[in-house]
DNA sequence: GTCGATTACGTATTACGTAACAATT
DNA sequence: AATTGTTACGTAATACGTAATCGAC
């Protein structure tokens, strides 16, 4: 039978070039590789090289094989992934999502309904890894800045987060009742790094503007208080960590980008495990939330 | 590693239901098939069954790696096959064809294009069949009655071919100079099996009709020497198998299904194989062209 | 007692390595 | 001479079969 082995040593063939050279990486002999590649092409009833007296080259067959070969080792890496993901899935809760928030009201009402679980979270901005990983298991549940229509997944709203620009009261912003991103473009901005998909949003509201992002949380504050510059707060951050000192004022900001909804989506088997989370992030607390 | 062999026994296992079974079918020992799946269990790095002391059965992992493995398995039985169709390409020509016309035509050209080459046909109405066929190698060319817009594939217009409908001068719709399917529907008429996709545009277009298919041409042709029944001709047909003996009249069908343009498609790597028809097919003389 | 699964151990298949050879550079 | 590929043959890895054991029905 064609083995999958077999199937390495073609591909490995292809990129090395030479029997020899491709042996030497598969760390078995040439002669060993040579025999290997003959069975193949006897198993599937065609030729894959052109063969001169010291020379082996893919013929169009081999060419094709070692693509579609390709595809299909990609694809077994891919279902190995997929079956450990999912075995983890029945141990662990992996949480994904478009912003921070979520993770952590998600892990404050996950670890007090499920103590004993381990809770992991990945933030990342593009939709299409989150959705992939809930596909193949590496998230148990993701969320989402919309909700989507899927008949494989449920779809629930969690709670909504609104911006503010945070500034200085000296600072000639700071007299606004309200705020638009058109007002502010221009301005530099402090940002931390890790704020999902927020980061794209600022960068297309406020194209003009010097987004100065900041990866240490603790630097993050320090430059809040130590300089005039705006940064942006929620009003969610502002239950979360509350900064009564810092002496600044928020100002809400009127665009929609400003305003975001966060949809949980499982997988239907999870309904039992996901189903209280509605409710319990409607009567969240987040001032008992914190971060990390 | 991970092989293929270890994957038809987890399948097999899913199929039959107890390692005993599955052993018998596969023609191994029972303790051969339990260690080789301890051993995919340790390279995929999860358990797939639930051992109980004399019962084994697969866990919700182990009915995911089935459910995975068997698309696995099917997608590398199409790539060996895709191989073997691609590798026959290179020695022979085979025509998939939505109607008999364009075959007869095509291996007419073809022949004398390449003689020593081996020609095949298959006639088929379904168009996925075709274009699947086409992707898989299994068709080095194939004819709708419609252009396809593929930047893998050329797509060249064969020649139109035109219905008719042939009664015996005394038939009541003799008179006619021309007839609309609607003239026709109720009428039974004689049918060759072996007409592609004329196939469905005759259930399509007179669904009234009761549609007397001869899968025999000897047997069809006695019947219409013999009976006063309706069939239908075209203007190729009239052409390649002249019959002014059998005393019947054609009359032109107005219909737009009547009328069919045809078009031959085939990959880009097959340009210098094909290159020839376009012009072939323009000049052919339908009256050396015989079928089968 | 029969059936199904696992473990232990010896066996056989088969892929592999070594050696020798041929041909090209 | 160095490199590349093939063939022949002995070897070693490993998958397999047999026998024994345990437990469930």
Redesign the pocket.
């Known amino acids: 039978m064609i083995?999958f082995?077999q199937l390495e040593?073609l591909l490995t063939?292809a990129r090395e070039?030479?029997?020899?050279?491709?042996?030497e990486v598969?760390?078995?002999?040439?002669?060993?590789?040579?025999?290997?590649?003959?069975?193949l092409e006897e198993e599937l009833g065609i030729k894959l090289?052109n063969?001169?007296?010291?020379?082996?080259?893919l013929n169009q067959n081999g060419k094709l094989a070692v693509e579609l070969f390709e595809k299909l080792l990609n694809e077994k890496e891919q279902i190995i992934s997929t079956l450990q993901a999912y075995n983890r899935s029945q141990f662990e809760i992996n949480i994904g999502s478009c912003a921070p928030a979520p993770i952590w009201g998600l892990k404050h009402v996950l670890t007090k309904q499920y103590p004993d679980m381990q809770i992991h979270d990945v933030l990342d901005s593009h939709e299409d890894v989150l959705l992939n990983g809930l596909k193949n298991y590496e998230f148990s549940i993701i969320v989402l800045n919309h909700p989507i229509d899927d008949s494989h997944y449920e779809c629930v709203k969690l709670f909504e987060e609104n911006l503010f620009l945070s500034v200085p009261p000296a600072h000639p912003l700071a007299l606004f009742k309200d705020i638009s991103f058109d007002d502010l473009n221009g301005e530099s901005v402090l940002l931390l790094s890790r704020i999902g998909f927020w980061n794209e949003i600022c960068q297309k509201v406020i194209p003009q503007s010097h987004l100065l992002f900041q990866e240490d949380g603790q630097v993050f504050n320090e430059l809040i208080k130590a300089s005039a510059l705006p940064n942006f707060r929620s009003d969610i951050t502002m239950l979360t960590d509350e900064r009564e000192k810092e002496n600044r004022v928020a100002i809400p900001i009127i665009n929609d980008e400003a305003h975001v909804t966060y949809y949980a989506i499982y997988d239907k088997n999870n309904k039992k495990l996901f189903a209280f989370l509605q409710e319990a992030m409607k009567n969240i607390n987040w001032k008992e939330v914190t971060h990390d």
Chains 1, 2 share one sequence.
């Open positions: 083995e082995y040593q063939i070039g030479t029997l020899s050279k491709a042996a598969l760390l078995i002999s040439q002669p060993a590789l040579t025999r290997s590649m003959q069975r090289f063969r001169k007296k010291n020379k082996i080259e």
